[in-house]
């Protein structure tokens, strides 16, 4: 069983920076594939960034350079780093684990960007 617990989010304005966290329990932590999904309101779960075990990584074409995805097998811990913010990227976000037998999700952060 692994368990996920994201933290960073908050409210900053448009523009403006945050950084969040996924720590993860476990021992196999480096052979996961990590997933930052979001959830706006009234819309549907959309993936945002995916970083493997080998560290290549992928973004969703929205984001438009804006997030950075990193892992720290040491700490159990990914982070994605999502700078010049927007109103539309208000969501909750949610941290996924994929190993070879299941996968977990945390229970999500609230990020709102707004003046």
């Known amino acids: 069983q692994v368990q996920l617990v994201e933290s960073g989010g908050g409210l900053v304005q448009p523009g403006g920076s945050l950084r969040l966290s996924c720590a993860a329990s476990?021992?196999?932590?480096?052979?996961?594939?990590m997933c930052w999904y979001r959830q706006a309101p009234g819309k549907q779960r959309e993936l945002v960034a995916r970083?493997?075990?080998?560290?290549?990584?992928y973004y969703a074409d929205s984001l438009q350079g804006r997030f950075t995805v990193s892992r720290d097998n040491a700490k159990n811990t990914v982070y994605l780093q999502m700078n010049s913010l927007k109103p539309e990227d208000t969501a909750i976000y949610y941290c996924?684990?994929?190993?070879?037998?299941?996968?977990?999700w945390g229970q999500g952060t609230q990020v709102a960007v707004s003046s």
């Open positions: 996924k684990a994929t190993g070879a037998l299941n996968t977990y």
């Open positions: 476990g021992s196999i932590f480096s052979l996961y594939t």
């Open positions: 970083i493997i075990s080998d560290d290549s990584t």
